[in-house]
């Protein structure tokens, strides 16, 4: 709708402004990077970029110094000459994109332009896409399924589901306060633990989990004091220990799994409940034997005494912490505070 080729069925699209409704695609300022280049094989990078300038019957001379500009803020004035066949899938995609500066416009539409990249490629073009971003402050809308694409190079994130809108926000409120259950599943690995407001006090509420699992949390003014919620705790927030603690929101469990991720471990945890959890720990971090393993949630560093969990310290089992759990609603969301971290709540 943005590049014209469809209309929308109520609303406007405004670019600084102005409607562009009644304005027909090949006029409007907006040029797109496709996922599969589309490069003309028969022409040079150089004519490939000048090809949109050509059309509209820009001078030759105007033509070239812009093409040569454009393959400078892409870095690949040295490629002018060659063809795209002699390209490799990363150059392609520079021509590509410089294809779309040359004209100067308001918006550049990006349809997972890294998707065909391998991974070293795709982490470069990150960066080229985001110095191009601050470097010329046009406006790049970005469509991607890869969440951590989405949340590095992007100033606000719409996350669609089914055709709707489930939450706009910055990439940090995106991860740390997702607006509903599918956005925090979708952005970044995540632990939901569903469960009912069971009790209240003026500083905490009590959750108990669909397992038996009892949370406590600090209620944000305005949270609610009843229903029903699903507790989003992100495994990098999560720490294991051996040191066996009497804190609240601190469990016992088993240790299933370890995988090796080169800057992280990621961890398969089952609580006594029969929750699983996924931890992630940095490189390097200590893990207990798995035939002897125990994980718990502290939350709190002097908690009530009619509230104290009294885990015994068997078969060397150690603690899981969660600095920041989080609740994420289906249909709204509160803000709640475990120690100093924040905590969404949602009825659903």
């Not at 803020?73 to 994109?97: C, H, I, N, T, W």
């Not at 046009?138 to 890869?146: G, R």
């Not at 925090?184 to 699992?213: Q, R």
């Not at 949390?217 to 999560?238: A, F, L, M, Q």
Request: aromatic share 6%; with cysteine; charged share 25%.
């Amino acid at each position: 709708m943005i590049a014209g080729f469809d209309s929308p069925t109520q609303g406007e699209i405004l670019l600084r402004g102005q409607s562009v409704l009644n304005i027909p695609p090949h006029q409007r300022p907006v040029n797109t990077v496709f996922q599969s280049y589309a490069l003309f094989s028969h022409l040079t990078v150089e004519e490939n970029v000048g090809f949109g300038l050509k059309i509209k019957k820009v001078r030759r001379s105007e033509i070239q110094d812009r093409a040569r500009e454009a393959l400078r803020l892409v870095k690949m004035e040295d490629f002018a000459k060659r063809y795209p066949a002699q390209l490799s899938g990363g150059q392609q995609q520079r021509v590509a994109l410089a294809r779309a500066l040359i004209n100067r416009p308001m918006v550049v539409l990006l349809d997972e332009p890294l998707g065909a990249l391998d991974l070293k490629l795709r982490k470069e073009m990150q960066f080229e896409l985001a110095n191009l971003h601050r470097k010329l402050g046009i406006t790049f809308v970005l469509v991607t399924h890869d969440q951590e694409e989405a949340l590095s190079l992007s100033d606000r994130v719409a996350v669609i589901n089914g055709g709707q809108i489930e939450q706009i926000a910055t990439p940090s409120e995106i991860y740390n306060r997702p607006a509903s259950r599918f956005v925090a599943e979708f952005i970044g690995d995540t632990n939901l633990i569903s469960g009912k407001i069971e009790g209240t006090h003026p500083a905490m509420l009590w959750v108990k989990g669909d397992s038996g699992l009892k949370l406590m949390v600090h209620p944000h003014p305005g949270s609610p004091d009843s229903g029903y919620v699903s507790v989003n705790v992100r495994p990098e927030k999560i720490h294991l220990d051996l040191e066996p603690t009497d804190q609240l929101n601190c469990f016992p469990g088993i240790l299933r799994s370890v995988m090796y991720f080169g800057t992280h471990l990621n961890c398969r945890v089952e609580l006594r409940s029969g929750e699983w959890l996924t931890v992630r720990q940095p490189h390097g971090s200590p893990l207990p034997n798995r035939e002897h393993p125990g994980l718990c949630l502290p939350g709190f560093r002097n908690p009530p005494s009619r509230c104290r969990s009294n885990y015994r310290h068997e078969d060397s089992r150690f603690p899981i912490q969660p600095c920041a759990p989080t609740v994420s609603p289906p249909s709204w969301s509160r803000t709640a505070r475990v120690r100093d971290q924040r905590l969404r709540l949602a009825v659903g």
